[in-house]
């Protein structure tokens, strides 16, 4: 999101983070029915769903590492502003990126830290692309105080509920993983196709 206008648009919510395509994605997992009667679900169906929950993770991961990169440099900039720090942003860049302050939301289940770029969907005018703008560093020295206040809170937020959507995910993807070990080990499903999918 530029820092020249940190807040949403009118209406705007902080899970516009996602997009159109994954908005359903992320809704088709909250749905009740999702995890409902899994034994009666195929095989090939119990694991499109697994792939689903991992293909969002990567992307969900993805937006979260790049929001906490920007909420580590704004939490700078202000620190420099009051005279705690000594250097300029760029010349901080490489410790602040490498110490990044912001770590997993309380209750985030532990999983392997993916560094993988996911497929993104084009750049637009989603919150995602505003938070995520190319020219955040560029701007952050000419930004008034109470605005990068502003802009430190709004992603915030929009972390806090992609952290959400996480645990939604991770939650789906252990009762998928579950099922499809049940199979394997009672012998209802074909092992070499179970194997060939992990």
């Given amino acids: 999101m530029p820092c020249t ?13 996602v997009s159109q395509n994954n908005r359903r994605r992320i809704d088709r997992v909250q749905d009740e029915d999702f995890l409902a009667e899994l034994d009666a679900v195929s095989d090939n169906e ?6 689903m929950c991992d293909d969002l993770d990567l992307e969900l991961s993805y937006y979260r590492r790049m929001l906490h990169g920007r909420m580590d440099l704004i939490s700078f900039e202000m620190r420099r502003r009051a005279g705690e720090e ?5 010349e901080a ?10 770590t997993s939301s309380p209750g985030l289940p532990s999983r392997p830290i993916s560094f993988e770029i996911p497929d993104l969907p084009r750049r637009g005018r989603r919150i995602v692309d ?18 990068l206040g502003e802009t430190q ?3 915030q937020e929009v972390e806090a509920e992609v952290s959400r ?3 939604i995910v991770h939650g789906a993807l252990d009762s998928l993983q579950e099922e499809l070990t049940r199979r394997y080990r009672e012998g209802s499903a074909d092992a070499d196709e179970l194997l060939a999918s992990e």
């Fill in 93 to 102: 860049l490489p410790r602040i990126l490498a110490e990044g302050a912001y």
């Fill in 165 to 167: 959507h996480r645990r």
């Fill in 130 to 147: 505003k938070a995520l703008d190319g020219d955040f560093i560029a701007r952050l020295h000419s930004v008034e105080d109470a605005q």
């Fill in 153 to 155: 809170r709004f992603l």
């Fill in 46 to 51: 119990v694991r499109d769903r697994r792939m």
């Fill in 86 to 90: 000594e250097q300029s942003l760029i």
């Fill in 5 to 17: 206008s940190p807040a949403p648009p009118a209406g705007a919510l902080p899970c516009e983070i």
